[in-house]
């Protein structure tokens, strides 16, 4: 691969024109010192104990061939227990190269170098200031900025591993930036976790197999465009956006593709639960694939001997008179009951 053979031309420069090559003459000992350059650049670097069948063990750092590192502990060979696995093969989200270009801009004396990061951080009399200042000029996760700067830029994993694989606690920064922190089970989200999403959403909840699955929260955010009165550009102010609350899973469906019934499963979608909008009006029922609310069909097989439905499961209240009213929801659509089903005591603050 052609990044594969840049890192090997410079392997082959250091040996040949570093800064440490060996002071000799000697075409022996020349050649020995560029074959184990050559040999790092292709293997990595292991920096750490090793037990009596040469296998890693205890704390140590690994620099892996394409650039990713890992600090933390290790047992027979494998990663075991605490560690850090930084992925810098991946590159940079955009709003970690956002961040880090604004970290940058700042006057040196608000800066502070971090070296377990390889990175500049914000200096803490103006940590606050500056989580404030990108959050409302990226319109960003303040969590996700917070991360940033506590973790550095890229992809990483800080957590408990078991025999090589994320198993216990820990939290994860993904490719788009997002940030995860909870429970992990074979290498997965699995648990109870929160995942703080780029423009600001977060979900708290339950996890199975890497997705949405049982009870959890999803909460959106809001963000109102203003001008700022002293530099007229544009700035963002948050707002709680509503929230989808209830049970998630996943949903199976088929298709047709060139005539052939191929079929698929969706994951981490809500089924059942409530969508509550900022204004506390919220809907109760059943959702689509779509996330979207949508009442139900009853199969005929539990309707009653004379045919008539159970009663609709899907209701739409309204906290702030006190009323719930049952009816359908369609395509977005409320079609409600003629009559007034029930009467609850309005929510505390008229909400």
Not at 144 to 169: I, P, Q, W
Not at 196 to 210: C, L, M
Request: hydrophobic share 30%; charged share 25%.
């Amino acid at each position: 691969p052609a990044e594969l053979d840049s890192r090997l031309e410079w392997a082959k420069w250091f040996a040949t024109e570093g800064p440490l090559k060996p002071n000799t003459e000697d075409a022996k000992a020349l050649a020995a010192f560029e074959n184990r350059c050559v040999a790092v650049v292709r293997l990595g670097i292991y920096a750490g104990a090793r037990d009596e069948y040469n296998q890693r063990t205890g704390k140590a750092k690994a620099i892996y061939s394409n650039g990713d590192t890992f600090e933390g502990r290790y047992y027979e060979g494998k990663r075991n227990g605490q560690g850090r696995y930084t992925s810098k093969s991946v590159g940079k989200s955009e709003i970690d190269a956002l961040i880090e270009k604004m970290v940058l801009a700042l006057p040196e004396d608000s800066r502070i170098y971090v070296p377990l990061n390889d990175a500049w951080g914000v200096a803490s009399p103006y940590y606050d200031a500056f989580i404030e200042a990108v959050t409302s000029s990226l319109a960003c996760s303040p969590d996700v900025v917070k991360t940033a700067l506590e973790f550095g830029f890229h992809s990483f994993y800080f957590g408990d591993y078991e025999n090589g694989v994320r198993n216990g606690t820990g939290i994860m920064k993904l490719k788009d930036g997002s940030v995860y922190k909870g429970e992990w089970r074979d290498g997965q989200r699995h648990g109870q976790g929160i995942q703080y999403y780029v423009n600001g959403d977060t979900y708290s909840g339950h996890w199975a197999n890497g997705s949405k699955c049982g009870y959890g929260t999803y909460c959106f955010a809001y963000w109102e465009k203003q001008l700022d009165g002293k530099t007229n550009k544009p700035i963002y102010k948050y707002s709680p956006g509503g929230d989808y609350r209830g049970e998630w899973g996943e949903e199976g469906f088929t298709i047709e593709e060139d005539g052939e019934k191929i079929h698929k499963t969706k994951k981490g979608i809500i089924k059942e639960g409530e969508w509550r909008m900022p204004d506390g009006l919220y809907y109760e029922g059943t959702f689509n694939r779509d996330y979207l609310p949508h009442t139900v069909d009853q199969p005929p097989a539990i309707y009653s001997p004379d045919g008539v439905p159970p009663p609709l499961s899907t209701y739409m209240h309204f906290p702030k008179w006190g009323l719930v009213q049952a009816g359908v929801m369609r395509k977005g659509q409320w079609a409600p009951q003629l009559k007034l089903i029930a009467v609850e005591a309005p929510d505390e603050g008229g909400y």
